[in-house]
């Protein structure tokens, strides 16, 4: 979603604005932070940057520094009060605003903040995307009303809004006018989208899926996150019956514990998750699961974490993004006792990944010798004169071709495998999807990087 955020920003000051974009923070003008609290770890981060680019500021004043994201709207006025070289402070849903923001700043040469959830108005203001390559998010729903008890979200992002209908098939249309041929639909709890079609009437987030599916161009569909709640019958037989929804579904549990769900709020029992994980594999065969996993929230016991590792051999998780349990500024699990040394968190937390590791390679193993549909994403650095192309499960596999070829599905038979460690955050980030343009590829060699769980 950060991700997303920022690109968005960079379509707002970029086109008429006459922004440049710079990856070097020495020679910018404005320097954007966009921030995640998620964790405490990330929210550290921000500080300790912040310090680096006040040193930028002090050899050259005129820059303006901002900070957007869920840091700024967690802490808003507090961060100019530790970092008061900060110009600009703005939150998720008030992005929109950054250029009249920026001017404000320089016409009253006083610092601006405006963390403040003007509802969903923030799409209205901003500009068609501009794309880049043929993979693209494209935001459905914002916010979190679930209110697990561990999560920083709902106060930082606000209550789940959801764009309507319209708006959305108009980008997934707009960015597959320029060659977008996956899309990923993103939001905090896609499933959990309410639209509506311009009539009024209620779009469902399955209705929604059939309806992106027949969007011309579109070859492949993700969504990313969706929450066990609300995954009901209709999304199920939407897996059944899309053929381009991609076989791979990022649906977390955070812990395979009934007690530890319920301190969670999480509002479901391991029964009815497990249940939908059964009905998604029958109406999908070959269907890859993936889950989050919060590891020492307070009270686990031991036994809390053996039911976790049974949900895990039971599911067949292919990967997880898996943390200890952060405590939360605001969070009512903040307030409970939590008697769980950190020694037993991380021992619980290894054992945890290195048996989802051990799934992920297995998988990717049993790959050997099969064809795969890959969306060409770009040429090989790794390899000269290759090809890099993304699996409906999310590996990237590598094979010689031309770059014409570049934005077209391949079908390519995997005659390697080898293992690599993530080579950069683009590769982890990806989840993918699939489908349409054959090319004429007879089975050529391919090469699979062991795909590695972010860390
Ligand atoms: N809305 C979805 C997915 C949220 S993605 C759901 O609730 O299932 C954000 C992920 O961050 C969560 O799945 C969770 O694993 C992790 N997370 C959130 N708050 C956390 C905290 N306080 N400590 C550690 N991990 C956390």
Not at 128 to 139: I, L, M, N, Q, Y
Request: aromatic share 8%.
């Amino acid at each position: 979603m950060n991700a997303y955020d920022s690109s968005r920003m960079h379509d707002l000051l970029g086109g008429s604005q006459g922004y440049v974009r710079t990856d070097n923070p020495e020679e910018a003008d404005v320097l954007l932070l966009n921030t995640c609290s998620i964790r405490e770890k990330a929210q550290e981060k921000v500080f300790s940057e912040l310090g680096r680019w006040q040193r930028l500021k002090l050899a050259k004043p005129d820059v303006l520094i901002g900070v957007g994201g869920c840091v700024a709207s967690q802490e808003g006025e507090n961060i100019l009060q530790r970092a008061p070289y900060v110009d600009l402070v703005f939150g998720p849903q008030t992005l929109h605003r950054l250029p009249a923001m920026l001017n404000q700043r320089k016409t009253t040469n006083l610092s601006v903040v405006d963390v403040s959830f003007p509802d969903i108005e923030k799409f209205d203001f901003l500009p068609e995307p501009r794309v880049d390559g043929h993979k693209a998010f494209v935001s459905i729903m914002e916010g979190c009303s679930k209110y697990c008890s561990f999560c920083v979200v709902p106060y930082t992002r606000g209550e789940e809004v959801s764009r309507p209908f319209d708006d959305v098939i108009a980008e997934v249309a707009h960015v597959a006018r320029q060659g977008v041929r996956e899309i990923t639909l993103l939001g905090q709890n896609v499933n959990g989208y309410r639209g509506h079609f311009h009539d009024g009437t209620p779009c469902s987030f399955a209705q929604l899926l059939n309806h992106v599916a027949a969007v011309p161009g579109i070859g492949r569909i993700r969504y990313t996150t969706s929450h066990p709640l609300e995954f009901g019958d209709d999304l199920i037989a939407a897996h059944r019956d899309i053929p381009t929804l991609a076989a791979h579904v990022h649906l977390p549990v955070q812990s395979g514990s009934d007690r530890v769900l319920a301190g969670m709020k999480r509002n479901h029992v391991i029964s009815t998750y497990s249940e939908t994980i059964r009905k998604l594999k029958a109406a999908k065969p070959g269907i890859e699961i993936a889950s989050d996993f919060i590891i020492g929230f307070p009270g686990e016991t031991d036994e809390d974490f053996a039911d976790t590792m049974k949900l895990i051999a039971e599911v067949d998780y292919d990967h997880s993004y898996s943390f200890i349990y952060s405590k939360r500024p605001g969070t009512p699990a903040a307030e409970l006792p939590d008697d769980t040394s950190d020694a037993v968190k991380k021992e619980r937390l290894q054992i945890l990944k290195s048996r989802i590791a051990a799934n992920t390679g297995r998988k990717t193993d049993a790959m050997l010798g099969t064809v795969q549909r890959v969306l060409i994403d770009r040429e090989s650095r790794r390899y000269p004169g290759y090809l890099v192309g993304i699996a409906e499960n999310t590996r990237w596999i590598h094979f010689p071709g031309d770059p014409s070829l570049i934005g077209r599905f391949a079908d390519v038979r995997v005659s390697h495998i080898e293992s690599i460690n993530a080579a950069s955050a683009d590769e982890i980030l990806w989840l993918e999807s699939d489908e349409e343009t054959q090319v004429g590829m007879a089975p050529l060699p391919g090469r699979i990087p062991l795909w590695h769980e972010a860390t």
